[in-house]
C-alpha cells in the first residue's frame, strides 16, 4: 500500500516499516523470490522509516540476514525471515517509547523495484528445483500455533 502524504503527516514519531528484503537492493514485492531466483546466498528483512509516497526508499534503521537454503521453499523462507525482522520493530518500538531517537542511516544506491512475477518468471522458479511453498510447511507452521493456544 502506497500511503499519501497527509497520512503520512499524521503520526507525530513517523511511520515505520518492516520490508522482507535487503533495501535498497530488493525494493517491491516479494523480495524474497526475487533474492532466491538471482541466486544469491542470503536474504533479509529492513526495518525502515515511510517518510514520502516512494516505495522502499525510507532510512534505514536495521537489517537482519538469513542464510538461504535451496531445499527449503520461499514460504519457508518468509516466515523463518520475520522472526529476526519483527525483533527489530519491538526494539524501535521500545526506544521511541523510551524517548531515545532511532539510529538511521540512508541507502547508498537505487536498487532495484521488483513487482509481481511474470507467469515466465514463476516457471523459471519451478525449472530451478525451488518451490513457492511445500504442503508440509503449512501443516507444521499452523500445528505450532495450534499448540501455543
Known amino acids: 500500500m502506497i500511503l499519501?502524504?497527509?497520512a503520512i503527516a499524521v503520526p507525530?514519531?513517523?511511520?515505520?516499516?518492516?520490508?522482507?528484503g535487503l533495501l535498497p537492493q530488493y525494493q517491491g514485492v516479494m523480495a524474497t523470490f526475487w533474492a532466491m531466483l538471482n541466486n544469491e546466498t542470503h536474504i533479509g528483512t529492513t526495518l525502515?522509516?515511510?517518510?514520502?509516497?516512494?516505495?522502499?526508499?525510507?532510512?534505514?534503521?536495521a537489517t537482519t540476514q538469513l542464510t538461504v537454503d535451496y531445499k527449503?521453499?520461499?514460504?519457508?523462507?518468509?516466515?523463518?525471515l520475520y522472526q529476526d525482522g519483527v525483533q527489530t520493530m519491538l526494539d524501535a518500538v521500545n526506544t521511541l517509547a523510551e524517548g531515545k531517537p532511532l539510529t538511521t542511516t540512508?541507502?547508498?544506491?537505487?536498487?532495484?523495484?521488483?513487482?509481481?512475477p511474470t507467469e515466465e518468471e514463476l516457471q523459471a522458479f519451478s525449472?530451478?528445483?525451488?518451490?513457492?511453498?511445500?504442503?508440509?510447511?503449512?501443516?507444521?507452521?499452523?500445528a505450532h500455533y495450534l499448540e501455543n493456544e
Open 12 to 20: 507525530k514519531m513517523g511511520i515505520l516499516n518492516l520490508h522482507s
Open 48 to 61: 525502515h522509516t515511510i517518510e514520502d509516497a516512494q516505495i522502499d526508499r525510507g532510512s534505514i534503521i
Open 72 to 80: 527449503q521453499s520461499y514460504l519457508w523462507h518468509v516466515l523463518n
Open 127 to 142: 525449472r530451478r528445483g525451488l518451490a513457492l511453498f511445500h504442503g508440509s510447511e503449512l501443516i507444521e507452521f499452523f
Open 106 to 116: 540512508q541507502p547508498t544506491a537505487d536498487g532495484h523495484y521488483y513487482s509481481f
Open 4 to 6: 499519501k502524504p497527509e
